[in-house]
């Protein structure tokens, strides 16, 4: 038994393996290092993969995953549950029902001969629970427990807009944008796949837990198992989430310095923790630790440039700006989620608004412009920086590796992996085309049964962006760990072609963004299947299905959330469910889709210098691609201009706290434990943050379900819970009062 570790370019790989390579050097294997290091090059083609108990399992997971991220998804702060926690929960389950289900050979009748199940045999129990089913219920809950975007995009238009558009839109659009994703991710196999050179290093880190779990389950030298250590875990957490859950939670929104000072603007923006930069750095709630990602996840040298990103823009140039009255920044709050009108008041967008929901330029001219707080100018600023700098960065450090990919992909030599997938029958293309064809067709029925504006050739459009993008932006990904997002382009266009329809823009908005985001994501479950050795026809069944179930579920949660929870999607909302991830859609629609870019970044607004980011962006990434190939072999080989613009695109609505506390904490475990400790790091590391998230979420949902919905809930009202709600901070006061009469 090994102990190998590797480390590639977006994860950290430290791993166990039950093969050790060293001594089957004479076989044949990957040309990657950290792909032998990971990944099995032998295959069992008689393992059973798609087994009664894997659909039970897998389905029974999955749906309760993707309803509680439904919920998550309309509170802050909260969790979510990540695919690797269901990886971790479902082996002991699958190894209880691998003791529990009678083994018998079971057979169908044979009058069920006309329809192909005459004399079929199955089983309950065809054996120990494998590595195969394991693989297949983590495949259904990570292309299927996310959150859509085209669910918030249609509580938007539901809460703000006063479009009701009803369930049976919602799960139209929901089906259509998620699955012409998946049909994208099967067109691409023999470009994103296939290939040994794409290497995908999001699933090394899946390769690895799975060997483990599937490898002895004590270690040789004795000591606790991972399976108990992850039990244990749990527990602590699960019981722990009481204190910053619902006893206490000052530990929370633990904005110690704001209650020494808390009628003090400046220091509750600085130090504050709902609406400040979070200079106080601690938290003791978990869920707002892991807002933006599990620091024990992400490697160390990705947290530094992340942090390094946060710490210029957010603790050095967000106070300049704001603090000199740029934009008029400081007659608004410094961390908000929603714009402002002239007179400092949540911009009221029914003011410019048409009786048909499209823009009044005479009501606008008559009202005020909109204005963004410091969070919103910012996040735009860095938007335009990226959309430059990731181009420009692909070019100089992968631009041969993709161009190679293009030129060279179907003659690359198959390694041991593709010749053992030989064995299965591939899935036809033309499967993935009559399911690309019908989600189009889904498309155009969601956009004129519904009479939503958007017309069939932007619905063309809008697809049109993530085939182009999907290929190119698959490459970076597959090989550098490095997603390329089409946010901005996705919402300039149909800014420019659909002028003051913002729910039309919106929708084009979910289609293009979500489209590529669950191709990219199909992609990437399509070769971990290649890795572990699944049939290709097993994987695209339980991608299909999964998705197609979650997805009706999750609006099912939603319709019954906003006609039962009173208040939900308002700031005041008692159990903390004020939507965030909806005020930001709104904002953005707003921007976008209502006024347009042309009249909020032209050359009469006062936001038209953030263009300049553009080209600013473009030349951040040549001074270090130069540095790396005057000095290689370097540090400098870790400086990434995307990673630490992309790693700050979160606020809003996340705030400064669920950066520093963040990085205070990945401090801790990925550079001196990992450093001091490699050995506790490598058996338990991975499993902590899965077993944390795991019990943090258990623990929120049984509060809300027991103490805090039901006849109104049972609300502690003492110190503990109120003292955070007394400053400035959660108040989220702005520096200067505006002036009588507006800003002019």
Known sequence: MSYPSVADSASVASVKMEFDFDEVEDEEDSPFPEVRASVSNVDDPEMPAMTIRMWFLGLLLTLAAGSANIFFNFRQPAPSIVSNVLLLI????????????PIRTYRLPRWLAPIGLGGYEFSLNPGPWNIKEHALVYIMANVS??????????????????????????????????????????????????????????????????????????????GMSRFRFFCYAVLGSFFWFFL??????????????????????????????????????????????????????????????IFAGFFLVYWILAPILYYTNSWYLS?????????????????????????????????????????????????????????????VHTVLYHGRTVLHGFLHTRIEKDDIHAK?????????????????????????????????????????????????????????????GQNITINLLAQIIPGMILPGKPVPNMIFKA????????????????????????????????????????????????????????????PTQKDFLTCPHNQVQYTTSAVWGLIGPSRQFGAQSIYHPQLYAVAIGAILPIPFWLW???????????????????????????????????????????????RRNFGWWTKFNYVLTAAFDCGTVLSLLLIFFTLQFPKGGFNLNWWGNTVFMKTADWNRLPLREVPSGGIR
């Not at 690309?436 to 889904?442: E, K, Q, S, T, Y």
């Not at 695209?540 to 208040?567: A, H, R, Y």
Request: charged share 10%.
């Open 420 to 480: 053992l997938m030989r064995a299965y029958p591939e899935v036809p293309d033309w499967w993935y085309l009559v399911t690309f064809v019908g989600c189009f067709a889904l498309a155009i029925v969601t956009a004129e049964v519904w009479h939503t504006d958007i017309p069939v050739w932007a619905l063309v459009l809008a697809i049109a962006l993530p085939v182009t993008y999907i290929i190119p932006s698959g490459y970076v990904y597959a090989m550098t």
């Open 145 to 222: 427990i996310g959150v859509p975007t085209a669910l918030n995009a249609v509580v938007v238009a539901e809460v703000n807009y006063d479009v009701k558009l009803g369930y049976g839109f919602n799960a139209l659009l929901i089906l259509a944008t998620q699955l012409t994703g998946f049909s994208l991710a099967g067109l691409c196999r023999r470009y994103l796949v296939w290939p040994a050179s794409m290497v995908w290093p999001q699933n090394l880190i899946v390769c690895t837990l799975l060997n483990t779990l599937h490898a002895e389950e004590e270690d040789a030298r004795g």
């Open 628 to 674: 790396q190939r005057r000095w290689p072999n370097n540090w400098n080989k870790y400086v990434s201009m995307p990673i630490m613009l992309n790693g700050i695109g979160l606020i809003p609505p996340a705030t400064g706290i669920n950066y520093s506390s963040w990085f205070l904490l990945g401090f801790i475990f990925q550079f001196l434990i990992r």
């Open 244 to 305: 910053p859950g619902y006893l206490f939670q000052a530990l929370s929104v633990f904005s110690f310095v704001c209650w020494i000072r808390p009628n003090d603007i400046v220091v509750n923006q600085l130090f504050g923790v709902s609406g400040g930069l979070g200079m106080s750095i601690i938290t003791f709630d978990w869920s707002q630790i892991t807002w933006i990602g599990s620091p024990l996840m992400v490697p160390w040298w990705a947290e530094v440039q």
């Open 331 to 391: 007659y608004f709050p410094l961390m908000a989620n929603q714009p402002y009108d002239r007179f400092g008041q949540p911009y009221d967008i029914t003011r410019v608004l048409t009786p048909d929901h499209t823009f009044d330029v005479e009501a606008y001219n008559n009202y005020s412009p909109l204005y963004l707080p410091a969070s919103y100018a910012i996040t735009y600023l860095i938007a335009f920086a990226l959309s430059s700098a990731m181009i």
């Open 90 to 101: 479902s082996h002991p389950a699958g190894k209880l029902l691998a003791l529990t289900l």
């Open 511 to 570: 289609y293009a963004v979500q489209t590529l985001a669950e191709g990219t994501a199909f992609v990437q479950d399509l070769k971990l299947g290649h890795y572990i050795k699944l049939p290709p026809r097993a994987t695209f069944m339980v991608q299909l299905i999964s998705t197609m179930l979650v997805g009706l579920l999750q609006v099912g949660v939603k319709e019954w959330m906003f006609s039962n929870i009173p208040d939900i999607c308002q």
